[in-house]
């Protein structure tokens, strides 16, 4: 079986600080694992995946995610946060090669920056 | 390049009327297609996901249905619409090649009903 907890609902950081959004996974086969993005009212964008290359993987605007199987965890990162980058973000993991190619999504966390 | 269009963008109904929300997908052959639900404050709910034209499978037993008449085709219907039903819906396509099944969103239909 596989879930995926995203460990805090809402975050709140300053602009041009650091962002951390942290995720922990649960799967009992090699995982691939995704980064979406939400902003309100509109569809999902595809932030980043890892699907067994580079354990760090880089995404869109700045945003960075890092797999550590030890952990079970693919935290999502970014150096500095811009106004831009408020919105509802979901951590996703899929059984790579399951029927039907289903993605199981988190909880979302709410990201929130302050100028 | 892929794109994928749903319409209405936004739709209210009134309790007990029927539904049919649509999604298109274009520069691709051949995709998974999936419709997800989205309430207020809360994740995203897999609601039906098809595999090909006139296979579809439902994740959880509700009001609604699904159809895939075309390839790149995906409805969604009601017979008899519940308040339960307002929401966020999200269409949503994957290659449908083993191995990469990262999707690709539409940009949703709000329903409300009243």
């Known amino acids: 079986a596989q879930s995926v907890t995203q460990l805090d609902s809402h975050v709140s950081v300053s602009e041009g600080t650091p962002v951390l959004l942290r995720c922990n996974y649960s799967s009992s086969y090699s995982p691939s694992l995704f980064w979406y993005v939400q902003h309100p009212n509109k569809g999902l964008q595809l932030l980043l995946k890892?699907?067994?290359?580079?354990?760090l993987v880089k995404g869109i605007n700045g945003f960075e995610a890092e797999f550590k199987k030890s952990e079970t965890s693919f935290h999502l990162t970014k150096p500095s946060a811009h106004m831009s980058d408020a919105a509802e973000y979901f951590c996703?993991?899929?059984?790579?090669?399951?029927?039907?190619?289903?993605?199981?999504f988190g909880q979302g966390t709410e990201l929130s920056v302050k100028p | 390049s892929q794109t994928i269009h749903q319409w209405p963008a936004t739709l209210v109904q009134p309790v007990g009327s029927p539904l049919s929300l649509e999604c298109t997908v274009e520069?691709?052959?051949?995709?998974?297609l999936y419709w997800y639900r989205q309430a207020a404050g809360r994740g995203l709910q897999l609601l039906f996901y098809s595999v090909g034209i006139g296979q579809i499978s439902s994740e959880v037993p509700q009001n609604l249905s699904a159809s895939r008449p075309q390839d790149r085709q995906f409805i969604l219907s009601s017979k008899k619409l519940l308040l339960s039903d307002s929401g966020f819906y999200l269409c949503a396509w994957s290659p449908g090649l083993a191995g990469y099944n990262e999707q690709f969103f539409g940009p949703g239909t709000r329903l409300t009903v009243l």
């Open positions: 520069g691709t052959s051949n995709p998974n």
């Open positions: 890892y699907t067994s290359a580079a354990t």
């Open positions: 996703v993991v899929s059984q790579r090669y399951n029927q039907g190619g289903k993605l199981i």
